[in-house]
């Protein structure tokens, strides 16, 4: 079946630094990604729709300069978080419809939880 | 505004009882609705979906799901509880033609020994 693959599942970094997330379809190609956010005994909240060849659509209330969002290619989504604070600390999780267009369901990576120190 | 609601925070169940997970949509029309599974420090796992057509759904792991229109409701059932299957559990919505997936608010299920 459709596979999404996240990279890295854990990462922890200093303030001030960047760090790059990847989420990758394995096995088909997903024109549209999307990357969700997780707060600490909260749902998962949309941050961004990443287009393929075309510029993220982000959600209300999340700063584009801050997470930045690039989808080179039809099987790979990058977010980076630029200079990152302890507040940026959470779970990220990136999403990508399978084959079959709107029938099909968003197959989600494993996540990625980010600890700002 | 679409939303989804789950109405319950936190369910605690004795292994081997039944299961009933509560799921309320707000929706101009019927979505596509979908249970996820999220265990400690894991991704989502999907347990099943909902597009159209028979109003009972089987997922895995032994879930199923009951869609009614008449009360805006997508409940997930199963009838044995197992240990693991203490997680936490989401139900989310996206309009059929949309791309952006609501999700409610989670409900985290504790399975008593």
Redesign the interface.
């Known amino acids: 079946g459709a596979v999404v693959s996240q990279h890295p599942s854990r990462v922890i970094c200093k303030s001030g630094t960047s760090v790059k997330i990847e989420c990758r379809s394995l096995d088909f190609q997903a024109t549209t990604m999307f990357w969700y956010r997780q707060f600490p005994k909260k749902s998962l909240m949309l941050m961004a729709t990443s287009n393929e060849g075309s510029k993220a659509t982000y959600e209300q209330g999340v700063e584009k300069d801050k997470f930045l969002i690039n989808h080179a290619s039809l099987t790979l989504s990058t977010l980076t978080v630029t200079s990152a604070h302890p507040e940026d600390s959470s779970f990220y999780i990136c999403s990508a419809r399978g084959p079959g267009g709107m029938n099909s369901p968003l197959h989600f990576g494993n996540g990625t939880r980010l600890t700002v120190t | 505004a679409q939303s989804v609601t789950q109405p319950d925070i936190h369910i605690t169940v004795s292994e081997g009882a039944s299961l009933e997970l509560r799921c309320n949509y707000s929706y101009g029309a019927t979505p596509?609705l979908?249970w996820?599974v999220q265990s400690p420090?894991?991704?989502?796992?999907?347990l099943l979906?909902y597009?159209s057509g028979d109003t009972l759904v089987q997922g895995i792991k032994g879930f199923e799901a009951e869609f009614k229109r008449s009360q805006s409701s997508f409940n997930l059932r199963k009838p044995s509880v197992h240990w693991s299957d203490a997680a936490e559990y989401?139900c989310a919505g996206i309009k059929?033609?949309g791309?952006?997936?609501t999700?409610?608010?989670?409900t985290r299920v504790l399975v008593k020994p």
Not at chain 2, 41 to 46: E, T, V, W
């Open positions: 596509y979908f996820y420090g894991q991704g989502l796992q999907l979906k597009f989401f059929a033609a791309n952006k997936l999700f409610g608010g989670g």
